[in-house]
């Protein structure tokens, strides 16, 4: 796989990315370099990321907690505490190993950490190689509310190195394959039909370069999301808004973020049919697409309610507005579009069909 260039970092692939960053690591001398993990990127992936560093160097991990519930300020603040008794400078380095959870909360702490340190992200999950690995979007959440508290601001470069996926449970797998299966939805239908036939992990990790080279050009001709940007959200509106759900209540199950984005795709898929012209073939092979996929989840009227308040909180909206992507048709998408409040319950409705 081709190394892919951004406007202002290089994303690397397999050993290339080892010989990147190794090569980084020499002509910089930094003053410490930090490693932040989780539990299971510690145990299943430092022990062959450290054995392709090459040089003497001075390491410090930093271990944090796995999980959506665990990216917060909360976290942060330890992270940060960390970095100082550790002696953490200016001229410290940060690499991120692992999903987006810890590729997002670790890119926010060093962008923050002494007003700046560099920072790398080696995504080890599939959602974070084809969505947290472009764009420089950092961050945090504010209790359930997903994403509120964070900066855009750019690694030294991405590394991504697919072997990883060899640790990660079916599950996870599948949720990465939810954002890869939305970029053909938003700018290429043959890709979309291409996904649609995969049945095996080998072949989607394939297809890994082709979703980040969708991500990275949309981005590189609006990189602060003022415009064209807005529709790798789509089906994150509602999808977002589930997730949130989900994750306040102590009574229902989590639901992973591709798990939520494929549910928020269908009821946003119907909302275009009524709104933009997505034709009725079209959203019906978007829903058997992703419930030929992902489990139907039963929604309560109370549950609809909840997740409907939620959607105020979207960073889409401005002046009040709750602001959605659509679909004109597959491969096609636009942004800022308004939705009546009665089409909601109408989209769960077809989501229950």
């Known amino acids: ?44 992936c430092l022990p ?22 665990n990216k917060n300020i909360e976290t942060c603040t330890g992270v940060w505490s960390a970095l ?28 923050t950490f002494k007003r700046g340190i560099n920072f790398i992200n080696i995504p080890t999950t599939l959602l974070s190689m084809v969505d947290a690995s472009v764009g420089g979007k950092t961050g945090v959440d504010l209790g359930p509310l997903k994403n509120q508290i964070g900066v855009i601001n750019q ?15 079916a599950r996870q797998i599948e949720s990465g394959f939810a954002e890869m299966l939305k970029h053909g939805l938003i700018k290429d239908k043959n890709y979309w039909g ?30 602060t999301e003022q415009n064209l940007r807005k529709i790798l959200n789509y089906g994150h509106t509602l999808g977002h808004a589930i997730e949130s759900h989900y994750l306040e209540s102590e009574e229902l199950p989590t639901l992973l973020h591709g798990e939520a984005i494929a549910i928020g795709m269908i ?30 989840i039963e929604f309560t009227e109370e549950g609809i309610k909840s997740i409907l308040k939620l959607l105020i909180f979207d ?35 077809y989501y229950k069909e």
Request: hydrophobic share 40%; proline share 2%; aromatic share 10%.
């Open 1 to 44: 796989m081709k190394s892919i260039t951004t406007t202002s970092y290089s994303i690397h692939f397999n050993l290339d990315a080892f010989n990147a960053l190794n090569a980084h690591l020499e002509e910089h001398t930094y003053s410490t370099i930090f490693i932040m993990v989780d539990e299971n990127t510690h145990e299943h």
């Open 48 to 69: 062959a990321f450290m054995s392709q560093i090459t040089g003497d160097y001075a390491f410090e991990i930093i271990e944090i907690e796995s999980g959506e519930e």
């Open 84 to 111: 100082s008794e550790l002696g953490g400078d200016r001229k410290s380095i940060l690499l991120n190993l692992g999903g987006g959870v810890l590729t997002d909360l670790g890119g926010f702490v060093a962008s």
């Open 155 to 169: 690694p030294q470069m991405v590394l991504i190195v697919p072997e990883f996926l060899q640790t990660l449970e």
């Open 194 to 223: 291409e996904l649609k036939k995969i049945t095996s992990y080998k072949e989607m990790e394939a297809h890994i370069h082709d979703s980040v080279i969708i991500k990275n050009d949309v981005v590189t001709i609006d990189p």
């Open 267 to 296: 009821l946003e898929g119907y909302l275009s049919y009524k709104l933009t012209g997505l034709p009725k073939s079209e959203l019906e092979d978007i829903k058997e697409t992703f419930l030929g996929r992902y489990k139907k």
């Open 315 to 349: 960073k889409k909206n401005s002046h009040g507005n709750i602001n959605f992507v659509l679909l004109k048709s597959i491969g096609e998408a636009v942004y800022d579009i308004k939705i009546k409040d009665e089409l909601f319950s109408e989209a769960f409705s």
